[in-house]
């Protein structure tokens, strides 16, 4: 159980153009989302929290109206990189809390490899 | 703000040695510390966590790590390495509010050669 999923995995995208990220919690409903941001051979850094059904909290630095987070539903959350940059390119994971059963910690997908060319 | 450092950005080993990653983290208050495995290209997988009961946690494949207040730290062994074991690690810290968001080290790559 507590199984979160990342689509799509590996993306590459033209300079300019915008990419979706989606966030699946499969076996629970996760109530908090977090979306992070890894540069290669670093660590993670916290973009923003989101909770279902209200607007993304996010982190000092980070541009909401270039990394737009939507949290419709229990089960989902996405992430668009709107006019994305080559310096967009980056490894963006997602990470899920919600209600399971004997566990109050966060859930991680695997990833999502962003390439921008 | 709380932060956490990860002392050596690599650690190699043998196979069949200690392994001993160190994580030291700054807080006025012992929060809540994680230890993560992240296989290439791969998300984060929880190996073990500290929640204020006991101060030696026990976590999968092997792992433990003690908790230390004196010495603010929560470093991360394993008896005897495996090649397995090559990868990966953060030590991350959760501030004590609601927030349920993590703080990440820098991050340790285990080299475990034959």
């Known amino acids: 159980g507590a199984v979160v999923s990342q689509h799509p995995s590996r993306v590459i995208c033209k300079s300019g153009t915008s990419v979706k990220i989606e966030c699946r919690s499969l076996d629970f409903q996760a109530t908090t989302m977090f979306w992070y941001r890894q540069f290669p051979k670093q660590s993670l850094m916290l973009m923003a929290t989101?909770?279902?059904?209200?607007?993304?909290?996010?982190e000092q630095g980070v541009e909401k109206d270039k990394f737009l987070i939507n949290h419709a539903s229990l089960t989902l959350s996405t992430l668009t990189v709107t006019s994305a940059h080559p310096e967009d390119s980056s490894f963006y994971i997602c990470?899920?809390?919600?209600?399971?059963?004997?566990?109050?910690?966060?859930?991680f997908g695997q990833g999502t490899r962003l390439t921008v060319v | 703000a709380q932060s956490v450092t990860q002392l050596g950005s690599h650690v190699s080993v043998s196979e069949g040695a200690l392994v001993l990653l160190r994580c030291n983290y700054s807080?006025?208050?012992?929060?809540?510390l994680f230890w993560y495995v992240q296989y290439p290209n791969q998300g984060l997988q929880l190996l073990l966590k500290?929640?204020?009961?006991?101060?030696l946690v026990k976590g999968i494949n092997g792992f433990e790590a003690e908790f230390k207040k004196s010495e603010t730290s929560f470093h991360l062994t394993k008896p005897s390495a495996h090649m397995s074991d090559a990868a990966e690690y953060f030590c991350?810290?959760?501030?004590?509010?609601?927030?349920?968001?993590?703080?990440f080290g820098s991050g340790t790559r285990l080299l475990v050669r034959p």
């Open positions: 500290y929640t204020s009961a006991a101060t």
């Open positions: 807080s006025s208050v012992p929060p809540y």
């Open positions: 991350a810290v959760r501030p004590m509010d609601s927030s349920y968001k993590l703080i």
């Open positions: 989101s909770n279902e059904g209200s607007k993304a909290t996010y």
């Open positions: 990470s899920a809390r919600g209600l399971v059963v004997g566990n109050t910690e966060a859930f």
